[in-house]
């Protein structure tokens, strides 16, 4: 089992960027594809991006693809999402969520989640 704390989420204007990060505890980082998910009020979780756990692939929605970045740091224990060019359906609450499997984009495919961190996207 892994611990996660994402940190990074907050306010911003309609195509502002935040990067959100999310922090490991727990057993070994490198073991797990990290995943980043996101629920907007009334909506049901929805894929964002995974990276492999080299860091070596990355997978992104098509609703992100080309504005959001997701990396990883082993070394410290981390995962980013890079979110550029925000818009206002972006608005939802993100989770990093993680599974010692191959990237999946399925929320029930991940064994361990953080708590999540709000991002709202104000026009």
């Known amino acids: 089992q892994v611990q996660l704390v994402e940190s990074g989420g907050g306010l911003v204007q309609d195509g502002g960027s935040l990067r959100l990060s999310c922090a490991a505890s727990g057993r070994t980082f490198s073991m797990y594809t990290m995943g980043w998910f996101r629920q907007a009020p009334g909506k049901e979780r929805e894929f964002v991006a995974a990276?492999?756990?080299?860091?070596?692939?990355?997978y992104y929605s098509d609703s992100v693809k080309g504005r959001f970045t997701i990396s990883r740091e082993n070394a410290r224990n981390t995962v980013y999402l890079q979110m550029n060019s925000l818009k206002p359906e972006d608005t939802a609450v993100y989770y990093c969520?993680?599974?010692?499997?191959?990237?999946?984009?399925?929320?029930?495919?991940?064994?361990?989640w953080g708590q999540g961190t709000q991002v709202t996207v104000s026009s």
């Open positions: 969520a993680a599974r010692t499997g191959l990237a999946t984009v399925y929320s029930d495919d991940y064994s361990d």
């Open positions: 990276i492999v756990r080299s860091g070596s692939v990355t």
